[in-house]
């Protein structure tokens, strides 16, 4: 059975799904792959059935993506943990940068704030994020 047919298929069974395959990309997670795995089995030529070995080589496909969604996530949760901690680092510092709106902001950071997975050091009711900071002057 071709994929194009195979996620045909899939995609006609699966309407609870809540990806959707489109023509630009495939953005599948590991529920819609075992979707298509079981697809794929329930839809086989029977005189011509799937080896065992595409079927374990199709299971460990399934383990690399969950390993790889486990460690995107991880890394993600670090880098934002890092840029707390760097944030947290630069209370009672006087910094000089840009707001969202493009202002120019300088003064003591009272506080830090996550949005958006974004860290901010805010300056009184300025925020800035810490990407947009081009000066620091360390807490006397």
């Not at 195979?6 to 799904?17: D, K």
């Amino acid at each position: 059975m071709s994929t194009a047919s195979i996620l045909s298929s899939a995609s006609s069974t699966a309407t609870t799904s809540s990806s959707s395959v489109t023509s630009d990309s495939l953005n599948l997670d590991t529920n819609d792959f075992l979707k298509l795995l079981l697809t794929e089995l329930q839809n086989q030529d029977p005189l011509d059935p799937t080896s065992t070995s595409d079927i374990l080589t199709q299971v460990s496909e399934i383990k690399a993506i969950k390993s790889n969604d486990d460690l995107s996530n991880t890394l993600s949760s670090l880098k934002l943990q890092q840029q707390l901690y760097t944030g947290s680092s630069l209370l009672k510092s006087t910094i000089t940068g840009t707001n969202n709106s493009g202002a120019t902001v300088t003064g003591t950071v009272d506080s830090v704030k996550v949005s958006n997975s974004t860290v901010y050091a805010c300056v009184g009711s300025e925020s800035v994020s810490l990407a947009n900071i081009t000066n620091i002057q360390a807490a006397k």
